[in-house]
């Protein structure tokens, strides 16, 4: 029965998280800036890959940019692990990946990544306990599928987690 449970806690987590997420992302659509603010900390943390001049997403966090001039419509977004992550492509010029780590105590993002033109493989490198070994028998969790891309040449990059 405690197993269930422990399920059940990990199952409404993970619909928290993405539910911030995309809560973040509506707001951000709607330009919304002062809701955006209530989805992240104060000390969130930011790393990109990808030509400088595309690093939309930091403009709009930190107020550098007052009004979208790049749209973020999310194809996908799934929870891994601790991490939410979103993924969006605009034909052959704009595909990114988003990170986000959303601290589940508070509701608040602590933690932003962004891969703009970059493929994107997550891993997870811990040793394999018995019972999930069968389901994460390479230990990738997620990788890029943007599928209207598919032949573009892009850097690779793999997250461990």
């Not at 704009?94 to 970059?118: C, M, P, S």
Request: net charge negative; charged share 25%; aromatic share 10%.
């Amino acid at each position: 029965m405690e197993g269930t449970t422990n399920n059940v806690e990990t199952s409404m987590a993970e619909q928290n998280q993405e539910a911030i997420v995309k809560a973040l992302y509506k707001a951000l659509a709607n330009d919304e800036m002062e809701n955006v603010a209530k989805y992240l900390a104060s000390d969130l943390e930011y790393w990109f890959h990808g030509p400088p001049t595309c690093q939309h997403m930091v403009r709009l966090l930190t107020g550098e940019s007052s009004k979208a001039t790049f749209k973020f419509e999310p194809r996908s977004v799934e929870v891994v692990g601790d991490c939410v992550i979103a993924e969006g492509w605009e034909g052959a010029p704009a595909y990114w990946v988003h990170v986000w780590t959303v601290n589940v105590k508070d509701g608040l993002i602590t933690q932003f990544r962004e891969y703009f033109n970059t493929w994107l493989t997550v891993k997870d490198l811990r040793p394999p306990r018995w019972e999930i070994r069968v389901r994460h028998e390479r230990n990738t969790l997620w990788q890029s599928q943007p599928r209207d891309l598919a032949r573009r040449s892009l850097p690779s990059l793999l997250l461990t987690i």
